[in-house]
Nanobody
Framework: QVQLVESGGGLVQAGGSLRLSCASS????????MGWFRQAPGKEREFVAA????????YYADSVKGRFTISRDNAENTVYLQMNSLKPEDTAVYYC?????????????????????WGQGTQVTVSS
């Protein structure tokens, strides 16, 4: 069983930056593909970014491409989401998710239904 705990959320002005972290309790973190999702009030949860278990492959939603960067440190059992040039529409609860991958080290997933483990979420609020 893997437990994921997000941190790093907060209130920031438009144009500012935040770095989210997601720490895993498991000893097999390097076998998990990871993703970040977000859910704004009254909206469905949406994909933000994904990274393969090795970190060699990443994928971003069009809305964050060029502004957000997903990365991971397998030695620290942590995945990160660096968010720059934040906009008010980035305001949401951000969730990290994980799924164990037994095959390709370059596989990543974009659908929330592909993930088995979820964190509790961290609030990001961007003021205009």
């Amino acid at each position: 069983q893997v437990q994921l705990v997000e941190s790093g959320g907060g209130l920031v002005q438009a144009g500012g930056s935040l770095r989210l972290s997601c720490a895993s309790s498991g000893r097999t973190f390097s076998t998990y593909a990871m993703g970040w999702f977000r859910q704004a009030p009254g909206k469905e949860r949406e994909f933000v970014a994904a990274i393969s278990r090795s970190g060699e492959s990443t994928y971003y939603a069009d809305s964050v491409k060029g502004r957000f960067t997903i990365s991971r440190d397998n030695a620290e059992n942590t995945v990160y989401l660096q968010m720059n040039s934040l906009k008010p529409e980035d305001t949401a609860v951000y969730y990290c998710a994980g799924r164990r991958v037994y095959s390709s080290s370059s596989t990543y997933y974009r659908s929330e239904y592909d993930y088995n483990y979820w964190g509790q979420g961290t609030q990001v609020t961007v003021s205009s």
